[in-house]
């Protein structure tokens, strides 16, 4: 397919004490090592045309403490850009972007205050994107406890401070192979007006196609099982999309 050329494919590398790790469904017990070494994972990305590395400090977003800035670090000396999430407070996001980020994900857990969000945004301007987790209508960051702000509530939000990019994610679909959330991309972007990143649940390159017909609104997609376990590799993703 010929997709709109701002369409990103960022694959996802999840990090946990320093090494690679995985979560399902934002659920702490699910939390899994996974082999291999961080740094040369983004590296292989990057030989394989990535753009953006989109690098998950997992460590953040269960205890609300980033742990793995320093991989971090290493990971943005790179020839790739890295966008940094895990439930960043606006002090992770800080401490993100001085540690070489490019872009990094204010969490979900933020939408619960309003005056840190707006505040969040003034603050690091196109630098920031805001994460927005779902499940059952109800903001859920992942690793979590649930906010209880209804999703209507968080969209009304994010419609009036407008950061630079939401990162959508429903969490039930999160590292489950289980399909991308179309119909909530859609909600994302008509009730907030603001450009959003797909993340979870893509599990075949029929899928990354249906979310790329999104553009421009749906700015790219955050991919991690899929490529982790070579369903498909991220070459051909670029080419599935346009983007190679």
Known sequence: MTADPTFDVLPALDLAGGRLARLAR?????????????VQAARDLAAQGAKWVHVVDLDAALSGEAGNLDVLARIATLPVRVEAGGG????????ALQRGASRAVLGASSLAEPDEVA????????????????????????GRPPTGVPVADALALLAEVRPALV?????????????????????????TGVPVLASGGIASLADLEAVARLAPSVRGAIVG??????????????????GA
């Open 88 to 95: 960043f407070s606006p002090a992770g996001v800080r401490g």
């Open 119 to 142: 505040s969040a945004v003034a603050e690091f301007g196109p630098s920031l994107a805001v994460g927005l987790d779902v499940r059952d209508e109800r903001v859920a960051p992942r």
């Open 167 to 191: 990162v959508y994610t429903n969490v039930e679909r999160d590292g489950t192979l289980g399909g991308p959330d179309l119909e909530g991309l859609r909600r994302v972007v008509e009730e």
């Open 26 to 38: 934002g659920a702490a017990d699910s939390l899994a090592p996974r082999a291999g070494d961080p």
């Open 225 to 242: 099982r899929a490529i982790q376990d070579g369903t498909f590799t991220l070459r051909e993703a670029l080419a599935a999309v346009g």
